[in-house]
């Protein structure tokens, strides 16, 4: 017979199931996967990366900023135009690794969008749901495209997610690194 709609609850399930075989991190930590079967590794650890190197940058900037102004108020214009020069250069490589983060993060991005798709097609097509839904009182238009559109927004989503996280953790611990070695008294 016909089977009935599938729930919301099931429909949840569905898509956790698939969520957890592609960013499986306890399977990979107990040795069962592979590293290199979470989906966008390699892109997400470059990404961190950068999130270090534009702290640096940033730090360095700001040290520079504060000796243009002292360079400034004694009026030391050699050194001013010195420190402009490379403070602009530092611009320009901050401005470099910015867009290699951004188009790390879209890389992953879509590393998760084909992935997902690949599987969500495969059990869409593999367990003959398009059979059973059309053959139901409840029919979805288009639902291959209804995939591909749900899983762009959903990595896209995820991925800002999992990077404001991540990269804050990452600014904060820099930042504490920063005021630690600065401290009054460290040796």
């Known amino acids: 017979g016909k089977k009935?709609?599938?729930?919301?609850?099931?429909?949840?399930?569905?898509?956790?199931?698939?969520?957890?075989?592609?960013?499986?991190?306890?399977?990979?930590?107990?040795?069962?996967?592979?590293?290199?079967?979470?989906?966008?590794?390699?892109?997400?650890?470059?990404?961190?990366?950068?999130?270090?190197?534009?702290?640096?940058?940033?730090?360095?900037?700001?040290?520079?900023?504060?000796?243009?102004?002292?360079?400034?108020?004694l009026r030391d214009t050699q050194v001013f135009f010195l420190d402009l020069g490379r403070n602009m250069g530092l611009s320009l490589l901050s401005s470099c690794v910015t867009?290699?983060?951004?188009?790390?993060?879209?890389?992953?991005?879509?590393?998760?969008?084909?992935?997902?798709?690949?599987?969500?097609h495969a059990k869409w097509f593999g367990s003959m749901r398009f059979y059973q839904q059309a053959n139901s009182a409840s029919v979805i238009p288009d639902p291959g495209q209804r995939i591909v559109r749900d899983v762009k927004m959903l990595?896209?989503?995820?991925?800002?997610?999992?990077?404001?996280?991540?990269s804050s953790v990452l600014d904060a611990v820099f930042a504490v690194s920063r005021l630690v070695y600065h401290m009054p008294g460290r040796s």
């Open 4 to 73: 009935s709609k599938p729930t919301d609850a099931e429909a949840r399930a569905a898509v956790k199931k698939v969520l957890l075989e592609v960013f499986d991190l306890p399977s990979v930590l107990r040795g069962r996967k592979p590293l290199s079967a979470l989906t966008g590794l390699w892109y997400w650890c470059g990404t961190f990366v950068l999130v270090f190197v534009q702290q640096y940058i940033t730090a360095v900037r700001q040290n520079m900023s504060r000796a243009m102004v002292g360079s400034l108020y």
């Open 155 to 166: 990595s896209g989503q995820l991925s800002s997610l999992c990077y404001g996280s991540v």
């Open 99 to 120: 867009a290699l983060n951004s188009w790390l993060l879209r890389r992953a991005e879509i590393s998760w969008q084909k992935e997902l798709t690949t599987r969500l």
